[in-house]
């Protein structure tokens, strides 16, 4: 995120105390000590629930990026038919979770051959959507039937997607934008993450048997050995030098979303301690409109706008679907929520740096169509399965966990602990390569800014 992302959600946290100030019937100074503590106990509770899972989710990341090559994915996916559909919800299930990441590496993709719904379908929703460490966070979040119809929906969304591209996209429209993602496209890959490198602009270089090497940032430059190309995942998972990548990978990946995630978690608590239950109650007004289809078609759209506008991607969207969930956004309005990350202000600035201003448009409204339709399809499916098993496939919003202020020794005070060490664990190994130089890999973090590195 760039400055005027960070601007734009400094003003709209502070619209939302505007807001409840104004509408609120308390004394102002209550108000607010009550809606800063509320606001606080929030924040703390979802970090202090979510820790563990998200050190364990980048570790798992951190393992796969490193020790799982990545080659020839292009070549696999030329094709829009479930064959390609499913290697590319793999690869982008086994790949990065950092949204800005994902349409960079779909770009790639698509500008080598991949088809769209391959490329910018499959791979890029997957590698945000539907990866694990995101999993963890909803299971914990909003339980395990969010889990399920996170990825049960993301698989239709994805299904409908291709099936826009193939069949209501004119063909020259999908090669103008592929055109244009590669017209005077001097880039090389980084041999370490993928990303596209300009060789004019970047100081990162290696020669190696003559071959001069391009990386994106200092991190991948030295966390890469040519040597270990063709190194088995086994005697990866063994090695320490292996380890050593997965910390510098999973370094990498806290680098790109650390800022979404902790956004996620202030303005959700923010949005829980300063607006009133008034406020959500008279948006997400469970009788408007009195047809449950018109209700929840409306709420799904209302989701999805509320996940462009709130300028937050991937991991750090759940927090506030949670919030969005216990004030009265049902089922399938917070699922359409969640899978709008891609179409927030930023990535959808940067469809049109990539594929031009039509495709571009095209792309977005594609997202926003197939994130409301899956978002009302997943929800009557689930309700009619709870009805027709009496299995609740519909929590209960106050099963939400938002409130778990109260820190015990418990199983969750011991995960917690063991990802401290963890986390210190793999830090250490990502700051001690290279010869033990202390640091040398944590000085070029990738950047959101720029087509090299879009992180």
């Known amino acids: 995120m760039n400055t005027r992302d960070y601007l734009i959600l400094a ?22 000590i009550e809606g800063a503590r509320e606001a606080a106990e929030t924040t703390v509770s979802m970090v202090w629930i979510t820790w563990w899972a998200l050190v364990l989710g980048f570790a798992i990341a951190g393992g796969v990026e490193a020790w799982v090559s990545s080659d020839d994915i292009a070549d696999h996916l030329s094709e829009a038919g479930p064959r390609e559909l499913a290697l590319g919800t793999f690869f982008g299930f086994v790949s990065s979770s950092c949204s800005y990441s994902a349409i960079a590496t779909a770009k790639n993709l ?11 379908g499959a791979f890029m929703f997957a590698s945000t959507n539907l990866v694990i460490e995101i ?34 996209v004119p063909d020259d429209v999908l090669e103008t934008a592929r055109k244009h993602a590669s017209a005077d496209d001097d880039t090389v890959q980084c041999p370490n993450c993928g990303m596209d490198v300009d060789p004019e602009e970047t100081d990162y270089t290696r020669e190696v048997d003559g071959t001069t090497y391009y990386f994106c940032s200092a991190s991948c430059m030295e966390s890469w050995d040519p040597e270990e190309a063709n190194t088995t995942i086994r005697e990866k998972a063994t090695s320490l030098a292996g380890w050593r990548d997965l910390a510098d990978k ?3 990946e806290w680098g790109m979303l650390y800022d979404e995630i902790a956004l996620g978690f202030v303005f959700a608590g923010i949005l829980a301690g300063f607006v009133p239950q008034s406020l959500w109650t008279a948006v997400f007004d469970t009788n408007f409109l009195g047809v449950p289809l018109v209700y929840v078609l409306a709420m799904a759209t209302v989701g999805a706008v509320i996940g462009v506008v709130t300028f937050v991607c991937s ?42 201003g039509t495709f571009a448009a095209v792309l977005s409204a594609t997202i926003f169509g197939c994130a409301v ?3 009302v399809l997943v929800h009557f499916l689930f309700v009619g399965l709870h009805a027709a098993t009496g299995v609740t496939f519909v929590p209960d919003p106050a099963t939400a966990r938002l409130t778990e202020i109260h820190i015990e020794l418990n ?18 190994l990502h700051a001690t390569g290279e010869d033990g130089d202390g640091g040398g890999h944590g000085h070029g973090g990738h950047q959101h800014d720029g087509e090299t590195a879009e992180h």
């Open 315 to 356: 991991v750090g969207n759940v927090p506030f679907g949670a919030l969005l969930y216990t004030e009265g956004l049902p089922f399938g309005g917070v699922l359409s929520y969640i899978y709008a990350d891609l179409i927030i202000p930023p990535i959808m600035e940067a469809y049109r740096e990539y594929y031009g």
């Open 110 to 120: 698509y500008k080598k051959g991949a088809s769209a719904g391959a490329a910018l």
């Open 135 to 168: 999993g963890f966070v909803i299971w914990l979040l909003l339980g395990w039937q969010f889990v399920l119809a996170d990825f049960l929906g993301g698989l239709v969304l994805i299904v409908l997607m291709a099936a826009v591209f193939r069949y209501a």
């Open 250 to 252: 999973q370094y990498k």
């Open 411 to 428: 199983y969750k005070a011991v995960l917690n602990a063991l990802a401290v060490v963890a986390f210190l664990a793999l830090y250490w």
């Open 373 to 375: 339709v899956t978002g």
């Open 11 to 32: 003003c709209l946290a502070g619209l939302a105390v505007v807001v409840g100030a104004v509408t609120t019937t308390k004394p102002l100074g209550v108000f607010l």
